[in-house]
Structure formats: C-alpha cells, structure tokens
C-alpha cells in the first residue's frame, strides 16, 4: 500500500515566520507535488519535482519554495508566511509515466491544515 | 487557462445511481481524466481514470464523450458512505483539479 505522511495535521504560524511543511512516501515515485485546497477552489498545484534537486512551478508558486534533496521526501517552504496562505496543503506522489503509456494515479497524503496568524 | 467545471453540489437517493458531471473543455489530445473522492479530514483518494473509452473498476464507471470536452462519474448504487466530495482533474503526470462537487447520498 503506498503510504504518504505528511509532518503534521495541524500547525499555527505568524506572520513573518518561515514555515517547513514535509511530504515523504515510501513507494519510490519519481514525482511528488504540493498542492493547497481552499473552500470553492479545488486543489491548486504550488510546485512538483519529478526528480531529485529538480522541481517546477504549478500554478500559484508566488510565496513558496521547495526542496528535494531525497527522493522519498518533498519539502515546502513558506519564506515569510503571511495570513493569505491560510489554507490546507496536501502532497501527492505518482510513479514517473514511460512516453506512450497509460498515466498513472497520484496518492495523496492527508493533509496539513496551516492557520498563519 | 486549463479550466475544470463541477457543480457545487448534487444530491442522491441511496441506492440509486450518482451521476456527476464534468466540464474538461481544455483538455489536451494525450491528457487523461481522472475522479477522486475526498472524505472529511482525509485526502483525496483515487477513484478511476480514463483516455477515450469508458471505464469501469469495482468502484464506478467513467463515461468520457466523443469529444472528450466532458466525462460523468457514475457510482451504480450510492451507499451513504458515498457522501463526500467528487473531484475531476485532467492531465499527464501534472493535474488540473476542477472544484468539486458534494455529493450527499440521502436515506
């Protein structure tokens, strides 16, 4: 069974503060992403890597870094957090899709919801 | 801009057939669509996915139009277990998420 832990369910920062949200998986995918989820908009792609020390932007990148420097482990950095990045993270994982075949499921964890005061 | 539409919110009787629908109308010729299911304080969990055909898993089936602009989820017998909120996303390794739809599987 693939298994995606995320570091914490719940987490309260302030304003100004450099947060730390981390995403590991144990079944050896090639990608991982980072997603936030507000009420009315879905789930908003911030960035992904598809491999070690490599990432892209999603969507809404503004505000936000990434690291990976394993590949089971897939970390997101608010630099300075701000009240406007309320919201629940949720990571995801999925195996690297050979050119030609069929794309495969992503696995999500269950989530962290960050409150920025 | 990549867009995915979902109604807010759909209602069934338990039992009966849930059909929920989705609008993929930038969908690119090799992007897949796929539906996943989100219960309270979980997250998304995969349900099944699709290129062109229809599909079917012990799950639900998926129905994706000619055109592909499209795709309706189908759970055959909703239990009330089934209430949760339904995504729609389409893409290739990358995913595009619609906004969801609350399904409430009513007794």
């Given amino acids: 069974d693939v298994k995606v832990t995320q570091s914490s369910r719940y987490l309260v920062k302030r304003t100004g503060e450099k947060v730390f949200l981390e995403c590991v998986q144990d079944m050896d995918h090639e990608n991982m992403f980072w997603y936030r989820q507000d009420p009315g908009l879905g789930l908003r792609l911030i960035y992904f890597s598809y491999d070690v020390k490599m990432k892209e932007k999603g969507d809404i990148p503004e505000g936000y870094s990434v690291s990976r420097e394993k590949k089971e482990r897939f970390s997101l950095i608010l630099e300075s957090a701000s009240t406007n990045q309320t919201s629940m993270y949720l990571c995801a994982s999925s195996s690297h899709v050979p050119p030609g075949q069929s794309s495969y499921e992503q696995y999500f964890g269950p989530g962290t919801r960050l409150t920025v005061t | ?107």
């Fill in chain 2, 1 to 107: 801009d990549a867009k995915t539409t979902q109604p807010p919110s759909m209602d069934c009787a338990e039992g009966r057939a849930a059909n929920l629908p989705c609008n993929h109308s930038t969908i690119s010729g090799n992007e897949y669509v796929y539906w996943y299911r989100q219960i309270h304080s979980q997250g998304p969990q995969y349900i099944i996915h699709g290129l062109k055909n229809n599909e079917t898993n012990e799950m639900a089936s998926l129905i994706i139009t000619e055109d592909r602009k499209s795709s309706t989820l189908i759970l055959p017998h909703a239990t009330l277990r089934d209430t949760a909120v339904y995504y729609c996303a389409h893409g290739y390794g990358k995913l595009t998420f619609g906004q969801g739809t609350i399904l409430t599987v009513h007794p």
